[in-house]
């Protein structure tokens, strides 16, 4: 690759690229993300290279490898251009046919299509699919246009423009104007202003000063980050560069998870395609600006999210959490200033620069401003990455959005911000999704974590396992978080276990106050999960412990499994699929379950036939009579 030296070589470059690009030419994009490729997505690349091949097509056809767009659950997800056809869940031997129908003869392979569960009407284009139609894609929009390794489909859409600009036409103290104009808040979970700590930083006296990329995202059921790293990772390099200028730093650092191979992989290859091409290293496009970044694979500690930790596990040495009297911003990686701001935070950045603050403050509310991407999992009919404008009700991100509940469930509620964060009620399912709103709720946004929940979750339990989570990530080093949440595991162990007793709840509430004086987030926001089911589901935290129930029929301890005699058909299904061998039955007898062998696992409950509904579960009643032999024939 040819350096290039000066921002007319670049815009030079860049018009070589795009006009070699036909945009009449049939190109076939695949997204090549983590899930995708969980689901086969290799092979469907490897086979249409082999269709077209076949056809003699491979100089008449593109193919490549994308970023993930963001429907995961409906993987590999296929888009034809320049139709913009969108085809799903295919799979390799769909590939003859899309070669065949689509490429060849324009025909559309309906079968692969989005059909709409309720109408049964099918949608030709990603646009027309309500997971897409109702977000808002600022970010996540090119993830499926861009070949995630080429960096010339990056340049071809403008990319390492916004840096040239701030290069040549603005002073870093412009940059930083143009971030405090967005009012662009961290991203990362803190929501705190990103101009702020970039002014700190640059207003401190030691010359040596650090940018870094926080991607140690440790959430459970999160991969927001990660699939922007996979996905479009010079946009995050260019936005590091760009903060690197307005604070004054010539090194950089990007944290990210050992667990991700695939964005560890296409990160260290920008940033090598971009040092080859002069964006990074010494003199970037002749402006006489050096900077130089590095990739730090961090050991899978959730703490090491923290940013003190962070900075702490980049020297060497053990991930912990330190006082922050003195901020990071000030005194940071070896005691020097340090603006750590996490991935979608620096995508944002770049695109601030390119199309404004006025742009980005269109999007949002006055006090959160832009789009926010979140990972929606749990139970919900559409999975995936969702990026909306701040400001959308919770309503309508699972309504519209994620489809609703699946199996006609209920709602019952939505946990947002990571296992910090904290559970909220259907009542409040029009709560407008920005920073302070979630905070006054009792939860948070944090780095985008939103997990839904049907009328099968028991809340205690739901708390149980997030502290549970915190428990083992806790660093150990400060004792109301060590020992805070440890103490909290176990009363609501025992609440889980039907040991219950009164007062349990409000010691909850006193361990939780405890933890505040923890040294970081983790201990500090570790009561969230708790005190949002205590004030929002304490009712079942009192059955749990007045009535030894568990209303949501979830808690083994609590429950037991029954076969109904009128409504068995000594069909055998329980009988033969029971792993412990605790039914007893046999042909024409009624089945019977043996409690003390029965280890709940709910498997003659999946078996038993819909039509039958003989197995029942059962909470805080005593186990029926079983069926004297003489009367278990079944007539």
Not at 321 to 348: C, F, M, Q
Not at 382 to 388: P, Q
């Given at each position: 690759?040819?350096?290039?030296?000066?921002?007319?070589k670049?815009?030079?470059?860049?018009?070589?690229?795009?006009?070699?690009?036909?945009?009449?030419?049939?190109?076939?994009?695949?997204?090549?993300?983590?899930?995708?490729?969980?689901?086969?997505?290799?092979?469907?690349?490897?086979a249409f290279?082999?269709?077209?091949?076949?056809?003699?097509?491979?100089?008449?056809?593109?193919?490549?490898?994308?970023?993930?767009?963001?429907?995961?659950?409906?993987?590999?997800?296929?888009?034809?251009?320049?139709?913009?056809?969108?085809?799903?869940?295919?799979?390799?031997?769909?590939?003859?046919?899309?070669?065949?129908?689509?490429?060849?003869?324009?025909?559309?392979?309906?079968?692969?299509?989005?059909?709409?569960?309720?109408?049964?009407?099918?949608?030709?284009?990603?646009?027309?699919?309500?997971?897409?139609?109702?977000?808002?894609?600022?970010?996540?929009?090119?993830?499926?246009?861009?070949?995630?390794?080429?960096?010339d489909?990056?340049?071809?859409?403008?990319?390492?423009?916004?840096?040239?600009?701030?290069?040549?036409?603005?002073?870093p103290?412009?940059?930083?104007?143009?971030?405090?104009?967005?009012?662009?808040?961290?991203?990362?979970?803190?929501?705190?202003?990103?101009?702020?700590?970039?002014?700190?930083?640059?207003?401190?006296?030691?010359?040596?000063?650090?940018?870094?990329?926080?991607?140690?995202?440790?959430?459970?059921?999160?991969?927001?980050?990660?699939a922007?790293?996979?996905?479009?990772?010079?946009s995050?390099?260019?936005?590091?560069?760009?903060?690197?200028?307005?604070?004054?730093?010539?090194?950089?650092?990007?944290?990210?998870?050992?667990?991700?191979?695939?964005?560890?992989?296409?990160?260290?290859?920008?940033?090598?395609?971009?040092?080859?091409?002069?964006?990074?290293?010494?003199?970037?496009?002749?402006?006489?600006?050096?900077?130089?970044?590095?990739?730090?694979?961090?050991?899978?500690?959730?703490?090491?999210?923290?940013?003190?930790?962070?900075?702490?596990?980049l020297?060497?040495?053990?991930?912990?959490?330190?006082?922050?009297?003195?901020?990071?911003?000030?005194?940071?990686?070896?005691?020097?200033?340090?603006?750590?701001?996490?991935?979608?935070?620096?995508?944002?950045?770049?695109?601030?620069?390119?199309?404004?603050?006025?742009?980005?403050?269109?999007?949002?509310?006055?006090?959160?401003?832009?789009?926010?991407?979140?990972?929606?999992?749990?139970?919900?009919?559409?999975?995936?990455?969702?990026?909306?404008?701040?400001?959308?009700?919770?309503?309508?991100?699972?309504?519209?959005?994620?489809?609703?509940?699946?199996?006609?469930?209920?709602?019952?509620?939505?946990?947002?911000?990571?296992?910090?964060?904290?559970?909220?009620?259907?009542?409040?399912?029009?709560?407008?999704?920005?920073?302070?709103?979630?905070?006054?709720?009792?939860?948070?946004?944090?780095?985008g974590?939103?997990?839904?929940?049907?009328?099968?979750?028991?809340?205690?339990?739901?708390?149980?396992?997030?502290?549970?989570?915190?428990?083992?990530?806790?660093?150990?080093?400060?004792?109301?978080?060590?020992?805070?949440?440890?103490?909290?595991?176990?009363?609501?162990?025992?609440?889980?276990?039907?040991?219950?007793?009164?007062?349990?709840?409000?010691?909850?509430?006193?361990?939780?106050?405890?933890?505040?004086?923890?040294?970081?987030?983790?201990?500090?926001?570790?009561?969230?999960?708790v005190?949002?089911?205590?004030?929002?589901?304490?009712?079942?935290?009192?059955?749990?412990?007045?009535?030894?129930?568990?209303?949501?029929?979830?808690?083994?301890?609590?429950?037991?499994?029954?076969?109904?005699?009128?409504?068995?058909?000594?069909?055998?299904?329980?009988?033969?699929?029971?792993?412990?061998?605790?039914?007893?039955?046999?042909?024409?007898?009624?089945?019977?379950?043996?409690?003390?062998?029965?280890?709940?696992?709910?498997?003659?409950?999946d078996?038993?036939?819909?039509?039958?509904?003989?197995?029942r579960?059962?909470?805080?009643?005593?186990?029926?009579?079983?069926?004297?032999?003489?009367k278990?024939?079944?007539?």
């Amino acid at each position: 690759m040819t350096r290039l030296s000066s921002p007319e070589k670049l815009e030079c470059a860049r018009k070589d690229i795009v006009s070699r690009i036909d945009p009449t030419k049939p190109c076939i994009s695949v997204c090549a993300g983590a899930g995708c490729l969980a689901s086969g997505a290799a092979e469907v690349i490897a086979a249409f290279k082999t269709e077209l091949e076949f056809h003699g097509l491979t100089t008449e056809v593109n193919t490549k490898g994308t970023g993930c767009p963001g429907f995961c659950e409906r993987g590999p997800i296929v888009m034809i251009y320049p139709e913009g056809i969108c085809y799903l869940k295919v799979k390799p031997e769909d590939v003859p046919e899309i070669v065949s129908h689509t490429i060849k003869e324009k025909k559309v392979v309906d079968r692969l299509l989005y059909e709409d569960p309720a109408t049964g009407t099918r949608a030709l284009r990603e646009s027309d699919i309500p997971f897409y139609k109702n977000q808002q894609r600022n970010i996540l929009s090119e993830n499926l246009r861009l070949d995630s390794k080429s960096m010339d489909d990056y340049l071809a859409i403008g990319g390492y423009s916004a840096l040239s600009k701030v290069l040549f036409q603005m002073t870093p103290e412009d940059v930083m104007g143009e971030i405090k104009k967005s009012n662009l808040r961290g991203r990362g979970g803190g929501g705190f202003p990103a101009w702020r700590k970039w002014e700190e930083s640059r207003n401190a006296p030691d010359p040596i000063k650090y940018v870094i990329v926080n991607a140690d995202e440790g959430d459970p059921g999160a991969f927001m980050d990660r699939a922007l790293i996979e996905g479009n990772p010079h946009s995050i390099l260019e936005g590091l560069i760009i903060g690197a200028y307005a604070v004054g730093a010539h090194e950089g650092f990007i944290y990210v998870r050992q667990e991700y191979p695939l964005a560890v992989e296409n990160i260290n290859l920008a940033i090598r395609q971009a040092s080859e091409r002069g964006f990074v290293g010494k003199d970037i496009l002749g402006s006489g600006f050096d900077f130089t970044v590095k990739v730090h694979m961090g050991a899978g500690a959730f703490v090491c999210g923290e940013s003190s930790a962070l900075m702490t596990a980049l020297e060497g040495r053990a991930g912990e959490p330190r006082p922050k009297y003195i901020h990071t911003a000030v005194k940071g990686v070896w005691d020097h200033p340090s603006v750590l701001n996490n991935v979608e935070t620096w995508a944002n950045v770049t695109q601030i620069i390119t199309k404004g603050a006025d742009w980005f403050t269109s999007y949002g509310t006055a006090g959160s401003t832009g789009t926010k991407i979140f990972s929606l999992v749990g139970k919900i009919t559409n999975t995936g990455l969702v990026e909306v404008p701040m400001g959308v009700t919770l309503r309508d991100i699972i309504t519209k959005v994620g489809g609703g509940i699946p199996g006609g469930k209920k709602f019952k509620a939505v946990q947002t911000g990571g296992p910090s964060g904290g559970c909220i009620p259907e009542a409040m399912l029009d709560l407008p999704v920005d920073f302070d709103e979630l905070t006054k709720a009792g939860s948070m946004m944090g780095s985008g974590g939103m997990i839904v929940m049907d009328e099968d979750t028991c809340m205690v339990d739901i708390a149980r396992y997030f502290i549970d989570f915190l428990k083992d990530e806790s660093c150990g080093k400060c004792t109301p978080c060590r020992e805070g949440i440890r103490q909290m595991l176990a009363v609501l162990t025992r609440i889980t276990v039907g040991k219950g007793k009164e007062g349990d709840i409000e010691l909850l509430e006193e361990l939780a106050e405890s933890t505040g004086a923890a040294l970081c987030a983790l201990g500090k926001s570790a009561p969230n999960p708790v005190l949002s089911t205590i004030r929002y589901f304490r009712d079942e935290y009192e059955a749990h412990i007045r009535e030894k129930k568990c209303p949501a029929l979830s808690c083994k301890e609590m429950i037991a499994f029954h076969i109904d005699p009128e409504k068995c058909k000594a069909c055998g299904s329980c009988f033969r699929q029971c792993p412990a061998e605790a039914i007893q039955g046999g042909k024409k007898l009624i089945h019977i379950i043996d409690q003390e062998k029965c280890t709940k696992c709910g498997t003659c409950l999946d078996v038993c036939p819909s039509r039958f509904g003989a197995v029942r579960k059962i909470s805080g009643e005593p186990v029926p009579a079983p069926v004297p032999e003489d009367k278990r024939a079944i007539a």
